[in-house]
């Protein structure tokens, strides 16, 4: 890597709060300034915008608060079908309850709860090949679809996010799923 140097303005207040951030991991601020923007690159070099990078980390580090663990397909899946067939109903209660918790923690934490929501299907371990959250007034329209989502895992997905949606004060107006694909409609 070439050692000259560029100059490239940035706010004022930016540049200070980088100060004060480089200060407080005993950095300089040009060593803060490289190693940002190396961090950025590498994101980039992993196909995420430095927003969608930023978004991501943010859903790991709640995940994180909450007690969720990241855990492989393969097992999570063979987990459901398990204490599905064992426990129906007091596990898609406790799917409901930890909806409840999320929704509960992105409603304080998150400007836009349902957009945060958004992000945390996404990236959450679910395997979803599409999530669409569409919010008209009162109304949030939600749809999920996975090719490779089990039918316990649909529904126990279903109940997540109505608890979800439910402790952010919407109630459930529709409800529809078959294996791999939820549509539900909540109103405030």
């Not at 940035?10 to 004060?20: G, K, P």
């Not at 490289?34 to 991501?56: D, H, I, R």
């Not at 943010?58 to 855990?71: D, R, S, T, Y």
């Amino acid at each position: 890597m070439s050692k000259s140097k560029k100059l490239v303005y940035v706010s004022e207040d930016l540049i200070r709060e980088a100060m004060e951030t480089a200060r407080s991991e005993g950095k300089s601020l040009g060593a803060f300034v490289e190693e940002s923007l190396e961090l950025a690159l590498s994101a980039k070099e992993m196909g995420y915008s430095l927003k969608e990078a930023s978004k991501l980390l943010e859903v790991v580090h709640a995940n994180k608060i909450l007690g969720g663990a990241f855990v492989p397909l393969e097992v999570f899946n063979h987990l459901i079908r398990a204490a599905y067939r064992f426990g129906r109903g007091k596990l898609k209660e406790r799917w409901y309850e930890s909806g409840v918790l999320h929704g509960k923690y992105l409603k304080e934490k998150f400007e836009n709860p349902i957009e945060a929501f958004k992000a945390f299907l996404e990236a959450a371990r679910w395997d979803l090949s599409e999530v669409e959250v569409r919010e008209e007034g009162d109304i949030v329209k939600l749809r999920c679809f996975s090719t490779i989502l089990t039918k316990e895992g649909t529904e126990t997905l279903l109940r997540y996010v109505e608890g979800a949606l439910h402790s952010m004060g919407y109630k459930t107006v529709k409800s529809e799923h078959i294996k791999g694909m939820i549509i539900l409609e909540f109103k405030r």
